[in-house]
């Protein structure tokens, strides 16, 4: 695993500027090599760009301009109807309201799941680095190698226990399942973030007669905020953009995003509507997307951590 | 720091206990119990619902003399290949770029790295409609005038698994151009001076001299795009649901189709723990090493 901590203080990190004069060599601003290295650079941006754009286009033009037209043409008439269809009218099977159930859905999994699956394993990773019993690693070991595991194996077990708990097919299911598969890389993280904390202080406060309890809730938790968010973005966006689980413990009337998006777009009847199809994808990955762009280095942080969980 | 010391250790310990039954539920009744479950079964004839009547090795023997199933161990190979191949190649070229000390750094990386924010579903749908020979980008080159031109990976089932590389190369590479930065930042610049001094070219340095030092860094990336690969799904569903035909099936879908559409589980387990079987070989022994072997210090 990378030092996770690295990647965000990396590219701030002054380890070029030794003693003596820094900064680069002044040097001539349309030289090859910079010609060569951003011209390079802007090339590989626009491509990765196109996506973007192409889906931004398609979803503001009507259905006549797209089948004339160039995919790549900005709109010659803007219309925010494929955007209107997408989010309250388009059909799944026999809902027809769009894909506002699915984002009320996704809604009412995430922020349980990422609260729960935090809450669980900040305690974990606390228990892990500060009051270790026997047997512990033993168990941490386990989650880990877990992770490793191809979901695929372990779906059909979960549904046997879900079902005999009577909440298979419920969103209480799902938020189950997220948080069990978020554990392991999560517990990972805080183990690794409470390991480095200086143990004077859970001594000093041990002395003072803080319980377990107590020291994480006054010393461990406002100490350790960054960690928090760097799991809550984690959790947010892969729990967002889950689909495999969605589709195993859900139901059509509680499907997450994802699944209705695929729903709506992949359906083989009627005439497909390709710029409600984009306005829908767009939708479906504006949360991520946002978070994404509020939250900058920090989820680089947290997808190099996440990344493992595949 | 070793609990023998402090008194009364059963009743100090008995918190953390209880803060880690979830843990312990998790990594025992689900990772352990599941896991084993699962390949229990995958020796019965299980169809319709699990029952333990054993016929040995037949779901094996079935599965790969299953052609849908020899085609999901091919792509899965292609799709495998072009993926580590090419995000390497890729990641380390852009890293390596972004490293010349430009301006416009993080606008750069923002760049590269947002395909990643969004789900595999949302890549594999915007790439399908990229990719739709009638009105993409097989259609914009026609229309150039170039009327002879055939670019239609999704609807072509001899190449329809490098169409879908294509989006997941898309989603991918800008992590691995992260954790590649992130390696080489962690290069000292005195390995950089020397280099300059004695004269040597710089993509020597960077063959010869960095990439063996970011050797931890590559054997950490390998293993992420492995995990991946074993694990890719969604983006399968939601570009080409596995067609045309059966051209573009993985075995990861093959589990979950086998599992709860055909409604023959024996099938599914066996797939499913073929997979592991396939992770088992290539990953845990790293993933022990990694963090097993690692002690609090």
Known sequence: ?310 | MSNSERPSQILRNLNAKIASIPMILTALVVFVGGTAWTVLYSFTNSKLLPRLSFVGLDQYHRLWSTSRWLVSIENLLIYGAISLVFSLVIGFVLAALLDQKIRFEDTFRTIFLYPFALSFIVTGLVWQWLLNPDFGVQRVVRDLGWTSFSFDPLYNSSIVIYGISIAALWQGTGLIMCLMLAGLRGIDEDIWKAARVDGIPMWKTYLFIVIPMMRPVFITTLVIIAAGIVKVYDLVVAQTSGGPGIASEVPAKYVYDYMFFAQNLGQGFAASTMMLLSVVIVIVPWAYLEFGGRKRG
């Open chain 1, 1 to 310: 695993m990378v030092d996770v901590a690295s990647l965000s203080t990396g590219a701030q990190a002054p380890r070029r500027d030794a003693a003596g004069p820094s900064g680069p060599k002044p040097r001539h601003a349309l030289s090859r090599r910079n010609i060569f290295l951003y011209g390079t650079l802007i090339v590989v941006a626009l491509y990765y760009l196109l996506p973007l754009y192409v889906m931004i286009v398609t979803s503001l033009k009507g259905m006549p301009e797209i089948r004339l037209g160039n995919i790549f043409s900005p709109p010659m008439e803007i219309t925010f109807e494929p955007w209107v269809k997408a989010w309250a009218t388009a059909c799944t099977g026999l809902n027809c309201d769009g894909l506002s159930r699915g984002f009320w859905n996704s809604v009412r999994i995430t922020v349980p799941s990422v609260i729960l699956s935090i809450a669980i394993a900040s305690v974990n990773g606390y228990a892990l680095a500060n009051w270790r019993f026997k047997g512990a690693d033993t168990f941490f070991v386990i989650l880990i190698v877990g992770a490793f595991i191809p979901y695929q194996v372990m779906i059909y077990p979960i549904v046997i226990i879900l079902r005999e708990i009577g909440i298979y097919g419920s969103l209480t299911g799902l938020v189950i399942v997220h948080s069990i598969f978020g554990m392991p890389i999560l517990t990972l993280l805080f183990r690794n973030y409470f390991t480095s904390m200086p143990e004077e202080l859970f001594r000093a406060a041990r002395v003072d007669g803080a319980g377990f309890w107590g020291i994480y809730l006054r010393i461990m938790l406002p100490m350790s905020l960054p960690i928090f968010v760097v799991a809550i973005i984690l959790q947010v966006t892969g729990i967002w953009n889950d689909f495999l689980f969605g589709v195993v413990y859900t139901r059509p009337d509680t499907y997450p995003m994802t699944v209705q998006l695929n729903n709506i777009v992949n359906s083989v009847q009627g005439v497909k509507e390709y710029n409600v199809n984009m306005a829908a994808t767009i939708l479906t990955g504006l949360v991520p997307l946002i978070v994404y762009f509020i939250s900058g280095k920090l989820f680089v942080r947290g997808i190099a951590a996440g990344a493992v969980k595949g």
